[in-house]
């Protein structure tokens, strides 16, 4: 007997989706009340996932141009959700982003809420 329900998914980002869909715009309400717009929230989302990663490859992962990946990252570190460490050879697309520890608290908050 097969299940042909969907999969559970487990990541913050399919979880985003999901309630997103489900719930019209209460997960941009949701956001919004923790200060993060909605597209900054999928790049939030993916390193809350994926861990620590290049903007290059974070914009390649989220389908965003890596300059808009920039951005969204200055606004999330201003946010003091997001830090980027410099690359070795100073180019700002090569630098590594990674959640801070109020970027993880504040993905794990979301996460729960949407649950």
């Known amino acids: 007997m097969t299940d042909d329900s969907p999969a559970k998914n487990d990541s913050i980002s399919g979880q985003s989706a999901e309630f997103f869909i489900s719930n019209d715009d209460s997960l941009t309400s949701l956001l919004l009340n923790h200060g993060i717009k909605v597209r900054d929230f999928i790049i939030l989302s993916f390193l809350s996932d994926q861990g620590p990663m ?34 070795t050879n100073n180019d700002v697309l090569d630098s590594t982003a990674r959640l801070t520890s109020r970027g993880q608290e504040i993905a794990a908050r979301i996460s729960n809420q949407i649950e």
């Open 54 to 87: 290049s903007v290059v490859r974070l914009a390649r992962v989220v389908g965003l141009e890596p300059e808009k990946t920039l951005r969204g990252l200055k606004r999330l570190s201003a946010a003091n959700l997001v830090q980027r460490d410099p690359a």
